[in-house]
DNA sequence: ACAAATCGGTTGTTTTTACAACGAAAAGGA
DNA sequence: TCCTTTTCGTTGTAAAAACAACCGATTTGT
């Protein structure tokens, strides 16, 4: 666990805490660690979830797979970002999707109940995790709803305007790369791979962007 | 302000504070009223948000209209729901889309500072309230993520399977009435609306579903 | 009560996507 | 290294959606 430490250190939920207190907290908060190898599930569809889940090891894709094996991938997860902490409030259903780690991962879970009812040992610390918790909860939705934004797009080549640009401006940059191969980025866009793979090239050969692997420069 | 006490009371954000905290509390958090006749901007993109809204009479609608006229209706916001507090957090930037009144309606802004950093005066509740918080914009995130798997539906016949399925369960119930009238519905699921009315009408003739307004029962 | 605006359904045409199938290049494993 | 698998681009076809235009019914405002 102390290993993680530098890490937790720089993660959102835990902005603004010093390390010793995050050691201290970790067991206040019954933290316990997991690893998984590539490819293995981290949840799957319909568990509920009790705690969150902090990734420091690896990356892990939040998908879902219908009926007809229509593969929809609704985020990333990269290290140092929380996970599942929307489906941790009481009222709230089974978990609805799978988590998959993308390469060999390692997470921490974190009792979201300790963390919520201030305890004796740390609780200076606590009103500012909790505060670190709802704003990193806010960008989760803020994504979500950016998400949306390219999703309501009607065409292909409209979705991936609206996403590529958003990338380039949240890296400040024209040149960027993205976590998905095209089936990835496919699957993410809920779009057809060909179809989304003939208009990428369409619009390199417009002269709109370049691109090679996932490596992006938009012109 | 005190008129809308007894609504307040039955928000999820202050659920389980007795009414004479919640306008104890009101006053803590500089709460200040405001209305809107049908039509009006609650808020407009770009705007930076600093307080949290919720309203207490009619209803609203979160929506996005494009350089070329699409719009795209995110959500609706009915009576005791909260509203903008993704867009509170110090790091988040301006408010990304518009709100409309759907009817004539009255919303009432929370300093969301003062809710976060606790007070003298109030702390007992403070910690409940912003317990609350957390849960409630857990939910809106859950909503968003159900949003997302209708948006993911590659046609519009699986859009609307997947979106009046979920008002159905929520319903609890095979007959349901929403929201929307018919182009409402085509900017939420962000289709066209004669070919989703094509398309209700095609699944009515097989026998799936019937309806009539914004009345639907599916069978 | 009347005119205007809104709403919902229908149809035909054009554009776009999904799907399937294939091959070349690259990556990965034995 | 050689073989297998994955990845990515390409093409053609069938299906679906977008778009535009129209009409009748209902609602709204004056």
């Not at 889940?53 to 894709?61: F, I, K, Q, R």
């Not at 609704?74 to 140092?80: D, H, M, R, Y």
């Not at 990193?136 to 292909?156: A, D, F």
């Amino acid at each position: 666990m102390k290993n993680y430490i530098s890490i937790l250190k720089r993660t959102s939920l835990f902005s603004g805490v010093a390390e010793d207190d995050i050691l201290s907290m970790l067991s206040c908060l019954g933290a316990r660690l997991s690893s998984y190898k590539k490819g293995e599930y981290v949840f799957c569809q319909g568990e509920h979830l009790r705690d969150i889940t902090v990734l420091v090891e690896g990356s892990l894709h939040i998908q879902n797979d219908d009926y007809w094996g229509n593969r929809s991938i609704l985020s990333t997860i990269s290290v140092g970002e929380m996970l599942g902490e929307a489906y941790v409030a009481p009222e709230s259903g089974a978990f609805p999707n799978d988590v998959i780690a993308m390469e060999d991962s390692v997470v921490i879970f974190l009792d979201v109940h300790r963390m919520l009812t201030t305890c004796s040992s740390a609780c200076r610390f606590h009103a500012m995790v909790v505060q670190n918790m709802f704003f990193t909860i806010s960008e989760k939705n803020r994504r979500l709803v950016q998400k949306l934004g390219h999703m309501s797009k009607r065409t292909t080549r409209e979705k991936l305007i609206s996403y590529l640009s958003e990338e380039a401006k949240r890296c400040k940059s024209q040149s960027f790369s993205i976590p998905f191969n095209r089936q990835q980025l496919a699957d993410f866009l809920s779009v057809d791979r060909s179809a989304m793979s003939n208009e990428l090239c369409k619009m390199r050969d417009e002269g709109l962007l370049e691109f090679e692997k996932n490596q992006f420069k938009l012109l």
